[in-house]
């Protein structure tokens, strides 16, 4: 069994199993978990509680003005990489394939990028990557709220964007390697993914909204 | 088939002269083969004396689990070129498909030759050798192609192993292998092999790597033991369909429009990006098309177990493995475990509250 057909084969399919699994353990954990019983009547019930929510998910999302100066470039420097590996992941020609065939989808629609367009996007998402670990490790209290965690972390997603460099532009050894050292990046990145702070992917809309939903929900109404 | 000692066999220079092959044309040959080889231009002379000079060579030609299609490919060309030329001029003193003998004579005949050009003669190998069971999947003349393969290894000088089944095993490899079947040099490990896969391989990479070792030696070869000449680039590499690629312009399925125009067909399962092979640059049938030119992609046919890689028609990242419900008895498995945890952790949350009201009351 070659490399290729280690990640493409069992590998994929085991870390698949994990990540399911593993995911699906932290989310039923986190929606069955016991909750304070709040005995206050509420400010406001159904519809308007539900806008709170949701208006908390976009102002959330975006710094407060008056924090822009302090924060602004940090959160550029991630919205930046993360579309960057949104378009890189979802329009990349060769990613569509996977997905298409990984989860038997049919979707003639779905649109694909040029090789240069994802190759010039998958230069600047490792740059922006580089200034956000930089600042991390430079900024005093990113530095000390880091631990082992945030750091494989991005171990694991600088081979897998490293990687995928090296095969598109064809540096670094033979393609079938490289392409086999990408893909077991990506079954590591699946294995790691519930059990570290990449799980953040299924947490952040859904806590925000929960967030800003109790937070409408508490007071007096006036 | 007559067998001659090796230092009695004329020279190939010498049979070209006989042929009528002149010298401009055989330099020529030269060329195009030092060319194809990436050679530098002025190692042609050089390569053309040693061609020259080499002796008529022995050749015992051993086919095995196969189907003729590599000799095929090897015989059938369309004009007598001067590659089959050369191969008319190679002493081949065993061959059951070609030679008029048959039986007990063949074998003999086979022997004879092996004997009188002991650690001399090249032995050319077609089809996968059954291993499983004591070899008795594939056997000629009462003898196992096992045994017949190492007894011919060891007096062969070098072993050129044609076709993928020679080189990895190929289709009698195929999961689930049932004859365990394998490439020569899975079981020969004393022996320089050379290997030249494909299904078939293209005819003038098979003369051209033959040529090449008669002048010079073994070539040098990749880590599958392909002249790195010939099996240097992938596909995709040299494809001239990859500016589509590179423009993300893909033929989504045989009939429509991006196939029509000839865009890229790696969504159709082209396997150019992961295969090593000359097609793309020598072509078939004297140059005249191949087959992502014919509108259909690489099946790969030259990399190791080539048959396992997936469906044809699926992408060189595709899965490899049939689920079996195994991702749902995990997310099953998640669920419960999700569970089990919350109501365990809920448990103890209600004792833990339940001891620091006491503490309070009391």
Redo the contacts between chains.
Sequence with gaps: M?L??FS???M??AA???F???????????????RRKNNAEPRVVGGPALSGGLIAVGSRSWPHPEFIPRTGFGEAVGYGYHLGLFAIVLLG??HV??WK??FGINA?FWP??????ISVLSVVTVFLMLIATLRRAAHPVLRRISNFDDWFTLAILYALMLTGIMAVF?IGGR??TI?ALH?ISFNALLIWFPFGKLMHAFYIFPSRFVNGYMHTKKGAAS | MSVRSPDSRPTIGQILDENGVGRRRFLKYCAGITALMAMPPGSTTAFAQQLRAARRPTIIYMPFQECTGCIESLTRSFAPTIESLIFDTVSLDYNHTLQAAAGHAAEAARLEAMEANWDNYVLICDGSIPVNDGGIYGASAGESFVHQLEHAAEGAAAIVAVGVCASYGGVGAAYPNPTGAKGVAEIIKNKPIINVPGCPPIPEVMTGTLVSFLASGVPALDKHLRPQAFFGNTIHDRCYRRRFYDRGLFAESFDDEGARNGWCLYKLGCRGPTTYNACATIKWNGGTSWPVESGHGCLGCSEPDFWDQGGFYEPVTSKLFRDTGQVAAGAAAGVAIGAASAIAANARKKKLAAKAEEEVSS
């Design positions: 070659t290729l057909e493409r084969g069992p994929l399919h698949l199993v994990i399911v699994l593993g995911v699906l353990w932290r989310l039923t954990s986190t929606v069955l978990a016991a020609a060769p394939v996977f065939n990984l003639p694909t990028l040029p090789t240069g367009i064809g393609y079938e392409l893909i």
